[in-house]
């Protein structure tokens, strides 16, 4: 199944209505996501939690990296260059960090807080080559600005 970046993101709205806390926001919309496509098979966000420092969050698939680096890997560029990383092949991005053998392809967004502070990346892999294109980044892009937009 491949999601309805709509319809999820009305579902996600309404789970999330009035809710401030980042950790549960991010356990919700990592939950929906995961769940809505069958190309998801890691799907996680990874926390700033200092300067220039990453630590894994909420998410659902085996287990994540812990630390990330902003200078390491694919999370660490998104979170370095503040723009959408699409990875059509793990394998072939300078400094990948397999945190999981079964990782073929990735999408990697900045989430931001609506006064443009850098909160975190959301992170999805999946276990098939070229996975994902600029309508998921644009989809996913829209559902992190409606839910982490007001904070």
Same mark, same amino acid.
């Given at each position: 199944? *491949?999601?309805? @970046?709509?319809?999820?993101? $009305?579902?996600?709205?309404?789970?999330?209505?009035?809710?401030?806390?980042?950790?549960?926001?991010?356990?919700?919309?990592?939950?929906?996501?995961?769940?809505?496509?069958?190309?998801?098979?890691?799907? /996680?966000?990874? $926390?700033?939690?200092?300067? &220039? +420092?990453?630590? *894994? /969050?909420? @998410?659902?698939?085996?287990?994540?990296?812990?630390? *990330?680096?902003?200078?390491?890997?694919?999370?660490?560029?998104?979170? $370095?260059?503040?723009?959408?990383?699409?990875?059509?092949?793990? &394998?072939?991005?300078? /400094?990948?960090?397999?945190?999981? %053998?079964?990782? $073929? %392809?990735?999408?990697? +967004?900045?989430?931001?807080?609506?006064?443009?502070? +850098?909160?975190?990346? +959301? &992170? *999805?892999?999946? !276990?098939?080559?070229?996975?994902?294109?600029?309508?998921?980044?644009?989809?996913?892009?829209?559902? =992190?600005? %409606?839910?982490?937009? !007001? =904070?």
């Amino acid at each position: 199944m *491949i999601i309805d @970046y709509t319809a999820t993101g $009305r579902l996600i709205a309404s789970l999330t209505e009035g809710e401030t806390d980042q950790v549960a926001l991010m356990a919700t919309v990592v939950c929906e996501l995961h769940h809505a496509d069958d190309r998801f098979d890691w799907t /996680g966000f990874y $926390r700033v939690v200092a300067p &220039d +420092l990453l630590k *894994i /969050g909420p @998410y659902q698939g085996g287990h994540g990296c812990l630390v *990330i680096p902003f200078s390491r890997g694919v999370c660490g560029a998104a979170a $370095r260059t503040g723009a959408v990383q699409l990875v059509d092949d793990v &394998d072939a991005f300078p /400094g990948h960090i397999a945190c999981a %053998s079964s990782t $073929r %392809s990735e999408i990697v +967004l900045p989430v931001r807080a609506g006064d443009g502070r +850098l909160i975190g990346v +959301l &992170d *999805i892999d999946s !276990d098939r080559p070229a996975a994902f294109t600029e309508a998921d980044s644009a989809g996913l892009s829209a559902i =992190l600005r %409606s839910v982490f937009g !007001d =904070l």
